[in-house]
């Protein structure tokens, strides 16, 4: 922001492995200093969340006396421990300060937890004590909690919330949530509490249509600012739009001081490539969901499995090379969990041994490590310690990762030239599709994203066509690697052409790795090229 007063706060993340993330942010704030640091480590069970904020100046990003500003202060720290895959305990600390632009002194809290929770067959359990202080005044609170699905259409947890304020007696409150699914697009909820001699109902709904999702949902939450009365049923609302390229998003979120605060943004991609020569770029970012799924694939040996495939709530993730996956939601919900066999980004076939059908979706430090165990059948057809790709490697198919032929007639090529290959003007008219995919990347470039709208337009007209995505890398790196990048591209251009309206059923994957190059991957130009995504009919389909 700037103005009479600035603030410019930029930040440094640098992830030199999967399960390390370390964080820079420093600047100024209404012309006074700031600068904190972070890092987040998970190895194995154990995992640490630490952060530290110098704020020497009463630091606020806006000069105004309210709302009341809170920030992090000094040392913020989170340690848990997997004790089972689905039962973890922790610790934590905590330091805030509460400021008003000078028009009164800061106000500081902090706090210190414990808690532990996880899954016991079908019930979920979890409790915590809080040791926080404010204002002079220490209270020790704490919480129970217990719930399970009843029937497919009905889940219940029941809390139990304690409040012990010094020189206040104890104040006990129960508190009920029931979930309701009516359908699989609509769900209500009810929040029931107890306080006082008083009985308060409390009503929300989740709502999934075909261009956006609403919600209208109540969380617990424990404010360190209000010392007498630290527990909250906090409302959150969701909204978030999809009307084909733009999207919007519209939430909330309950500050440490027990303050609502609202967030809204949107999204679309901006094509300037054809009428300025400008690269195209994406324009605007999402929010980050405050609730998560996360979990390992192995096998029954415990050796991780890279590149497992999860249908988790309708949305597709991939494991990493530490066989770890994880999902962010907007809401703290149950969702459907099932192993996509055919869909497996590395070769060899799988057999499911064990996983949980449904997940619940949780808060980052709540979220427990779910676990799921494979059976390979057979072996690989291309190991890790490839070096160099073989003459002739084996395809990555979507039919279990079983090498198969390569079939059928080209109708678009994807590639990183200037000029791109014309798609068959017999079968769907004339479209070009210029792209560049960065080495080592699966994503889309955003200049190929018009042309794949046209091709998307012209396959929903043709309803009776099935077409083949067929994904290609250069000859860098290991075969292994080459295999899984090349089906990552696939993936990404399959599940674009899905957002405009192709059914997936009419779309067929393939990774082909280095096999089939089209240049000479001796040269910079050649391995530039060979980076595509070529699109066939495959034999035998009308």
């Known amino acids: 922001m700037f103005a009479e007063r600035q603030t410019v706060v930029p930040g440094l993340e640098w992830q030199p492995r999967p399960d390390l993330t370390a ?14 640091s972070s890092v987040m480590w998970r190895p194995g069970r154990l995992g640490l969340r630490a952060a530290y904020a110098w704020n020497p100046s009463r630091f606020r990003r806006v000069p105004v006396p309210t709302p009341y500003q809170t920030e992090n202060e000094r040392e913020n720290l989170e340690l848990t421990y997997e004790l089972m895959p689905n039962f973890t305990i922790g610790v934590g600390r905590q330091n805030f300060v509460q400021d008003s632009a000078d028009s009164r002194p800061a106000v500081r809290a902090s706090g210190n937890s414990a808690f532990l929770g996880g899954r016991l067959g079908d019930w979920r359990m979890t409790a915590g004590v809080y040791d926080s202080r404010s204002q002079g005044v220490r209270n020790l609170s704490s919480y129970t909690a217990l719930g399970r699905e009843l029937t497919p259409w009905l889940d219940a947890e029941v809390f139990l919330l304690q409040s012990r304020p010094e020189g206040r007696p104890t104040s006990t409150t129960p508190l009920a949530n029931l979930r309701w699914r009516l359908s699989p697009r609509l769900g209500l909820m009810q929040h029931v509490t107890y306080h006082d001699g008083r009985t308060s109902v409390l009503f929300g709904a989740n709502l999934l249509t075909g261009f956006g999702e609403f919600g209208v949902d109540y969380t617990v939450v424990h404010q360190p600012f209000q010392p007498f009365s630290p527990f909250r049923s906090a409302l959150n609302l969701t909204a978030r739009l999809q009307l ?3 999207s919007t998003s519209f939430g909330t979120y309950v500050r440490p001081d027990g303050a609502v605060d609202y967030s809204a943004n949107g999204s679309t991609f901006l094509y300037m490539g054809g009428w300025t020569g400008a690269e195209p770029v994406p324009t605007g ?11 390992t694939v192995q096998d029954e040996l415990g050796t991780p499995v890279e590149g497992a495939a999860l249908d988790i709530g309708g949305q597709l993730v991939f494991t990493n090379a530490s066989g770890a996956f994880f999902l962010r939601t907007n809401h703290p919900r149950r969702l459907d969990l099932a192993v996509r066999l055919d869909e497996f980004l590395l070769p060899g076939r799988w057999q499911l041994v064990s996983a949980p059908d449904a997940v619940d979706a949780r808060s980052e430090g709540d979220a427990p490590m779910l676990a799921v165990v494979l059976r390979r059948i057979g072996a690989p057809a291309v190991t890790a310690a490839d070096s160099e790709p073989p003459p002739a490697a084996p395809a990555v198919s979507d039919t279990g990762g079983e090498p198969v032929p390569q079939s059928g007639t080209a109708l678009v090529v994807v590639t990183t030239a200037s000029d791109s290959i014309d798609i068959d003007r017999d079968v769907l008219g004339p479209h070009r599709i210029p792209a560049h995919f960065a080495w080592g990347s699966r994503h889309i470039p955003a200049r190929a994203m018009p042309g794949l709208d046209s091709l998307a337009t012209s396959l929903v007209a043709l309803p009776m066509l099935v077409v083949e995505i067929q ?3 250069d000859a860098t790196g290991s075969a292994r690697a080459n295999l899984v990048l090349s089906r990552a ?6 599940r674009y052409l899905m957002t405009r309206g192709v059914p997936a ?3 067929r994957i393939r990774g082909l790795g280095a096999a ?3 240049a000479d991957n001796h040269t910079r130009a050649g391995r530039s090229l ?10 035998g389909t009308p």
């Open 530 to 539: 060979n980076r595509r995504v070529e699109l066939h009919r495959p034999a």
């Open 516 to 518: 089939t190059p089209v």
């Open 505 to 507: 059923q009419r779309i």
């Open 244 to 246: 084909g390229r733009y």
């Open 23 to 36: 964080a820079l942010a420093g600047g100024v704030g209404s012309d006074r200093p700031y600068a904190a």
């Open 285 to 295: 970012a999402g929010s980050i969901a405050r609730y998560l799924v996360r979990g």
């Open 471 to 473: 994904g290609h890398a």
């Open 489 to 494: 591209r696939a993936l990404e251009v399959r």
